[in-house]
């Protein structure tokens, strides 16, 4: 598996817990889609503001 295919997936899972209003396993899962967004920065698939941008509004969800 590729490194976006594997961000996608962890942004698929994550929005999937949101979306179902699974609040506190969307919380524990968070620090793998900062990983998952940190890895992609570092490989070049993603620029860092991109990617704190994409933590940024994804941790809002979580707290909305």
Same mark, same amino acid.
């Given at each position: 598996?590729?490194?976006?295919? $594997? /961000?996608?997936?962890? &942004? *698929?899972?994550?929005?999937? /817990?949101?979306?179902?209003?699974?609040?506190?396993?969307a919380?524990?899962?968070?620090?793998?889609?900062?990983?998952? &967004?940190?890895? $992609?920065?570092?490989?070049?698939?993603?620029? $860092?503001?991109?990617?704190?941008?994409? *933590?940024?509004? &994804?941790?809002?969800?979580?707290?909305?």
């Amino acid at each position: 598996m590729g490194r976006w295919s $594997a /961000l996608e997936k962890v &942004l *698929k899972n994550f929005s999937r /817990l949101v979306k179902a209003k699974k609040i506190d396993e969307a919380k524990k899962y968070y620090p793998q889609v900062q990983g998952a &967004l940190d890895k $992609a920065t570092k490989q070049g698939i993603m620029k $860092a503001n991109t990617a704190s941008r994409k *933590k940024s509004r &994804l941790f809002k969800k979580i707290r909305t």
